[in-house]
DNA sequence: GCATTTCCCGACCGATCGTTCAGTATTCTC
DNA sequence: GAGAATACTGAACGATCGGTCGGGAAATGC
């Protein structure tokens, strides 16, 4: 999305140790480990094999990386929201296709959405970052509303506050998931889907 | 908890401005307003209104800040536990219990409890608070366990699954719970207690 | 082989970090 | 009021922070 994930570019001078992207994963796992504001460009220069200031050459900063990692945790969500699974279909449907998307996107880009959902607001970036997030937990709001307007979820309940808890069991899966190990992203969704769903469609 | 929320001790010398409650107040709001790494004891003795150097009079420095807030927390939610509606009666109502219980802890804790929850690793004491949450995490496997084993609970989903899923349902609230602008605690349990528990009790 | 392009490094910058300390202010006890 | 006790301050500490810069190393194109 960024930028080729391939080795490097072909042309003409010394050939690059790393692409922006493979140079972005190491990063990104520092800014995990440690958290962004305690992870120093001195780690992250450790963790890659180059010194700091070679680290400058292939991005403008510090605040550029978390730039970049947070982007693509927000496009990979936004994405979901223009499959056709989400915007065609019967509302619950649509809400429960979403639900099951963000999963599968938390499990595939787990480190870059752990640090979107770690962002406190301290830079600009990280203001715009927050502000993308409000806009997406916006449209998922609008997702439980058509739910709920189309007598398919339970009204008795505050959207807002399904909302909220339904993303955020999703997302609190940052926490704990780790690809590899455990439950694969299928399962994940399937026993979440099932605890929440379970609770919030109308009995028929 | 940790010490009389009254103004100050009465005795000798000059009278503090702040007990250590009420210091701690300041701070953890500090905390999590930046993060913790993020804050510096310069933030601190702006928004204390005192001098970095009159901070170490209180205290022996920012570690130590750090463990007595999530100390609070920890002693919070490990109390839960130990409630008679968390040890007595049927399993699956020990475990409503003990989730409805953690919302108002969380609630009333709110601060502290985030602060906690945000907790990375990166000093002996961040250790330390995290070993602690794996042992209160591990009581609450046993008590899905119990649930499940007492045919109470739907036993065709794994149990360390649900229990993450749930109390990272109740742990999602700190994202966004405020008290005293929208739902009651008491609200917000019931509406995740329909919820996840909707999906989890077996069919009758 | 030589110019060009790209990548990388060592040394250093001013700023800020958490912390220390010698000294001053303010209060209570007697 | 003398003296003890507690609360607080200003200035400075060494360490580390994110970032800069000039130059050398390694590749391509001709």
Do not use: C
């Amino acid at each position: 999305m960024t930028e080729r994930t391939a080795p490097a570019r072909r042309g003409r001078g010394r050939p690059a140790r790393y692409s922006l992207a493979e140079l972005l994963d190491v990063v990104v796992a520092e800014f995990n480990a440690r958290g962004y504001d305690a992870t120093s460009m001195e780690d992250i220069a450790r963790a890659t094999g180059m010194t700091k200031s070679s680290v400058y050459h292939h991005v403008a900063g510090k605040e550029a990386l978390l730039r970049l990692a947070v982007s693509r945790a927000l496009d990979a969500l936004f994405a979901v929201l223009d499959e056709p699974g989400s915007t065609s279909g019967d509302a619950v449907d649509r809400l429960e296709h979403v639900v099951r998307r963000s999963v599968h996107v938390l499990a595939d880009e787990l480190p870059y959405v752990t640090l979107l959902l770690r962002v406190r607001g301290n830079t600009a970036t990280e203001r715009e970052a927050l502000e993308r997030r409000r806009e997406f937990d916006r449209r998922l709001a609008g997702l439980v509303q058509d739910a709920i307007d189309a007598g398919q979820v339970r009204a008795d309940v505050d959207p807002r506050l399904v909302t909220r808890l339904l993303f955020g069991t999703v997302n609190s899966l940052a926490e704990w998931y780790r690809p590899g190990v455990g439950h694969g992203a299928d399962e994940v969704a399937d026993a979440l889907v099932t605890m929440t769903f379970g609770g919030l469609r109308r009995r028929h």
